[in-house]
């Protein structure tokens, strides 16, 4: 057993041509979301309607082609060895419920209140707050895996630390927003949550244990990890480039209408999220920290649970509101700033100790 762990966490996975040349073929699929929102938005409105308390199936469908390869590599049998190391789950809970809402809370205040109080209305800039806070109390549940499956992240600790970070959203949602925006009370869609959880991470992991238990019955472990994942190696970026294009599709008509205002709430959220994953990733390596589990660590603190963000936005504050759009901003800056996370934990793997 402890023979088989070694091997599958010491695989080296080879840089493909997606992956090298991931920023353009962001940059492209970013611009032809846009485009094809703006001159065919028959594409989007029609996507629109196959959706559930705000989460797009679509988008939910491409998002197991993400996740699904991750999920098949898993060795369930390991999970248990996962939740002796208590380090990695320390640290993503701690920056998560403890740090993360409020240094979101400070950073959109001290921007959108006070540095850029000239070019925002005092009543929009506290909606832009308001929405800022909303993200900043959400933490990833789906794209972590795809961060985690960049970085070389143990697949095993990423899973059972997402699923303790959704434990925890499901009590302290609601109570630390509340707090932050000083609501006496907020109507959260769980509704929202309870399908993210299900699409995100029940439906793909059912889809990878059932796979995984099929393909060592039938062809072995052999054939699982140098054949069948092989082939997989480039559906993840593919997953990640279409929904690219779904997601930029729909906000199409917000990105041009709203430019500056754009940048201007983009700027306290990029500051946060390099700020959380800075504490994260620096945290893990003062421990001494293993890659594998301090690079997803970091990451689910630095990227936001949006589909929740939104949907409580536009329940709460109303689908034009300056909340609702800056929720919609955090959609739109995570993806390229998290790939530039990614860059940055893969190139600093050094500064970690190897797993033995």
Same mark, same amino acid.
């Given at each position: 057993?402890?023979?088989e762990e070694?091997?599958?966490?010491?695989?080296?996975?080879?840089?493909?041509?997606?992956e090298k040349?991931?920023?353009?073929?962001?940059g492209i699929?970013?611009?032809?979301? &846009?485009?094809?929102?703006r001159? +065919?938005?028959?594409f989007?409105?029609?996507?629109?309607?196959w959706?559930?308390?705000? &989460?797009s199936?679509p988008?939910a469908?491409l998002i197991?082609? =993400?996740i699904?390869?991750?999920m098949v590599?898993?060795d369930?049998s390991?999970?248990k060895?996962?939740g002796?190391?208590p380090k990695?789950?320390?640290?993503?809970?701690?920056?998560? +419920?403890?740090i993360?809402?409020?240094?979101?809370?400070?950073?959109? +205040?001290l921007?959108l209140?006070?540095i850029f109080?000239?070019?925002? %209305?005092?009543?929009?800039?506290?909606?832009?707050?308001?929405g800022?806070i909303?993200?900043?109390?959400?933490p990833?549940?789906?794209?972590?895996?795809?961060w985690?499956?960049l970085?070389d992240?143990?697949?095993a600790?990423t899973l059972?630390?997402?699923?303790?970070?959704d434990v925890?959203?499901?009590?302290?949602?609601a109570p630390?927003v509340m707090?932050?925006?000083?609501?006496?009370?907020?109507?959260v869609p769980?509704?929202t949550?309870l399908?993210?959880?299900i699409?995100?991470?029940?439906?793909p992991?059912t =889809?990878?244990?059932i796979s995984?238990?099929?393909?060592?019955?039938?062809?072995g472990?052999? +054939?699982?990890?140098?054949v069948?994942?092989?082939k997989?190696?480039n559906?993840?970026?593919?997953?990640l480039?279409?929904?690219l294009?779904?997601l930029?599709?729909?906000?199409g008509?917000v990105i041009?209408n709203?430019p500056f205002?754009?940048?201007l709430i983009?700027?306290?959220?990029?500051?946060?999220?390099?700020?959380?994953f800075?504490?994260?990733?620096?945290?893990?390596k003062?421990?001494?920290?293993e890659?594998s589990?301090?690079?997803?660590a970091?990451?689910?603190?630095?990227s936001?649970f949006?589909?929740l963000?939104?949907?409580?936005a536009?329940?709460?504050f109303?689908?034009s %509101?300056?909340?609702a759009?800056?929720?919609?901003?955090?959609?739109?800056v995570?993806?390229?700033?998290?790939?530039?996370?990614?860059?940055i934990?893969?190139?600093?793997?050094h500064?970690?100790?190897?797993k033995?």
């Amino acid at each position: 057993m402890a023979q088989e762990e070694i091997k599958v966490e010491d695989k080296t996975k080879e840089i493909g041509f997606f992956e090298k040349y991931l920023t353009v073929w962001v940059g492209i699929c970013i611009v032809a979301g &846009v485009v094809i929102g703006r001159l +065919w938005p028959a594409f989007p409105n029609t996507l629109s309607q196959w959706e559930y308390a705000q &989460v797009s199936i679509p988008v939910a469908v491409l998002i197991w082609f =993400m996740i699904y390869p991750m999920m098949v590599e898993i060795d369930f049998s390991s999970i248990k060895e996962a939740g002796k190391r208590p380090k990695g789950l320390t640290i993503t809970l701690v920056t998560n +419920w403890i740090i993360k809402p409020f240094t979101m809370f400070f950073f959109s +205040w001290l921007f959108l209140r006070v540095i850029f109080q000239p070019f925002i %209305s005092d009543a929009l800039s506290q909606q832009y707050v308001a929405g800022a806070i909303l993200l900043g109390a959400a933490p990833c549940t789906a794209m972590v895996f795809v961060w985690s499956y960049l970085t070389d992240g143990d697949s095993a600790y990423t899973l059972i630390q997402v699923s303790i970070n959704d434990v925890v959203l499901v009590f302290a949602y609601a109570p630390l927003v509340m707090f932050l925006l000083g609501l006496g009370q907020l109507s959260v869609p769980w509704n929202t949550v309870l399908l993210s959880v299900i699409l995100y991470v029940v439906v793909p992991l059912t =889809m990878g244990y059932i796979s995984r238990k099929y393909i060592l019955k039938k062809k072995g472990k052999d +054939w699982l990890e140098n054949v069948f994942l092989k082939k997989l190696d480039n559906v993840t970026i593919i997953g990640l480039l279409l929904t690219l294009i779904i997601l930029f599709s729909f906000q199409g008509d917000v990105i041009v209408n709203n430019p500056f205002h754009i940048v201007l709430i983009a700027i306290p959220l990029i500051i946060q999220t390099f700020f959380i994953f800075t504490i994260a990733y620096g945290w893990a390596k003062m421990w001494k920290v293993e890659h594998s589990v301090a690079a997803p660590a970091a990451m689910i603190g630095a990227s936001n649970f949006f589909e929740l963000a939104v949907a409580t936005a536009i329940s709460v504050f109303g689908i034009s %509101s300056g909340a609702a759009l800056a929720t919609v901003v955090g959609v739109l800056v995570e993806v390229p700033v998290m790939l530039g996370l990614v860059a940055i934990a893969n190139r600093t793997k050094h500064w970690f100790p190897e797993k033995v």
